[in-house]
């Protein structure tokens, strides 16, 4: 389900840089969130087919939410290091952005939050 996340994040990304003036690490941060609360509905059943409630699942949102919060800083540091520092496009960033967090957040996924 990480291409749902995927389309959604780029989706808000995109319509950010192309309509309005923010910078482009402050619609990296927007883009990421919207995709970030999808993906946890769809990761917990989807693909770790965790259905448990209760207690287990506020821990699994709280480390859910720091691998992201953390994925975040790096993204959002990288989108402004790329742009701003290298001068590449923020499309082109986008797609590097994308690879390093699709490995950190993965990780993250199968050997933190969602341990059976």
């Known amino acids: ?5 995927t389309i959604i994040d780029i989706a808000v990304f995109t ?3 192309n309509l309005t003036s923010w910078p482009a690490y402050a619609a990296q941060c927007a883009g990421y969130a919207a995709g970030m609360i999808n993906s946890f509905a ?3 059943v989807w693909t770790f087919k965790r259905f448990d409630t209760g207690s287990s699942m506020v821990g699994e949102a709280l480390r859910f939410f720091a691998v992201n919060a953390f994925s975040m800083v790096v993204s959002s540091s990288t989108m402004w290091m790329l742009t701003d520092i290298f001068g590449f496009s923020a499309l082109i960033s986008k797609s ?6 699709l490995v950190i957040n993965y990780s993250g996924y199968r050997f933190w939050v969602f341990t059976k």
């Open 1 to 5: 389900m990480g291409i749902a996340n």
């Open 96 to 101: 590097v952005i994308l690879l390093l967090i």
């Open 15 to 17: 319509a950010i840089v």
């Open 42 to 44: 769809m990761n917990k």
